[in-house]
């Protein structure tokens, strides 16, 4: 085994993308068997390598979250993938800059109304779902001035959006869900198979919200009743992932969450190659 809690955190950062997406198999999400049509695992890799640059930064605290954000967003956008990890830049750059998670809910907490201002501007170019009724919405010309008037940090902004984003509420909820993953992952043993079995228990105690936007809330509880039914050994977990497959529903906020979760416990010790 190879001892991963002297690594620096930008190669914990970088580690922690490329185990969650080669660990298989993970229901509906891309993997080492399968990609999206227009998507694939390379575009997954490829993202975990060219985004090294702004994790170097949130490592010495350069620049404000919202700007390293921003510039997760500019390094990795060049393939034509689309967007793969916005998500875990928004828990990984405060997990960085913190040194983890009580670290990180401090930075948090400092964000500046410039920040939100930054963030709004990736959100555009990452071009994530949005709920058509968010009146914060990254289309709206009129939000950046919203933002001001209101002077919305971005603390503020995830506040907004966490009662419909789960990785919003990490931040507003201490990072609960990634120190259950992290949890989960050291109790589960190290490797692979405790990177999947982990991802199910997550799926399995709370709907993804990505899920929620792509499908609606309905299908998104009846997807984290189906990992329960799997993680209880009720259901097969290989027809699960391509039911998933076939109706084309992506836990991708959990995944997010996931990585976080890798993260974590790399920098606890947990080990990844048994």
């Known amino acids: 085994m190879t001892s991963t809690g ?10 922690a993308m490329m185990l969650e997406v080669t660990a ?8 080492r068997c399968h990609d999206y049509e227009t998507t694939t695992l390379e575009h997954f890799l490829a993202s975990a ?25 500019r390094l990795t956008g060049g393939h034509s993938g ?12 405060p997990l960085i800059m913190g040194s983890g998670i009580q670290g990180a809910l401090s930075c948090i907490k400092r964000t500046t109304v410039d920040d939100a201002l930054d963030f709004y501007q990736a959100f555009g170019m990452a071009r994530v779902r949005v709920l058509p009724s968010d009146e914060l919405d990254v ?16 603390y503020n902004v995830m506040e907004y959006s966490s009662g419909h984003d789960i990785v919003a509420r990490e931040w507003v909820n201490g990072y609960s869900l990634t120190r259950k993953g992290a949890d ?22 709370e709907p993804d919200t990505f899920i929620a936007k792509k499908h609606g809330l309905q299908v998104a509880v009846q997807t984290m009743n189906t990992a329960g039914m799997v993680r209880d050994g009720i259901k097969d977990l290989a027809s699960f992932d391509q039911e998933c497959i076939d109706r084309g529903i992506n836990p991708g906020s959990m ?3 996931m990585i976080a979760s890798i993260y974590t416990a790399l920098g606890e010790g947990w080990e990844w190659d048994c």
């Open 255 to 257: 995944a997010d969450i």
């Open 6 to 15: 002297t690594l620096r955190a930008t190669d914990r950062a970088q580690m």
């Open 49 to 73: 390598i060219l985004v090294r640059p702004a994790f170097e930064n949130a490592e010495m605290r350069k620049d404000g979250i919202g700007k390293i954000i921003l510039d997760a967003v």
């Open 82 to 93: 689309g967007n793969t990890h916005f998500g875990a830049f928004i828990l990984l750059i």
């Open 139 to 154: 289309n709206d010309p009129q939000t950046a001035e919203k933002l001001k008037s209101r002077n919305m940090t971005l």
């Open 184 to 205: 989960l992952l050291i109790s589960h043993g190290c490797g692979r198979r405790s990177i999947v079995q982990a991802f199910l228990d997550l799926l399995a105690c």
């Open 24 to 31: 298989f198999p993970k229901p509906g999400n891309v993997d």
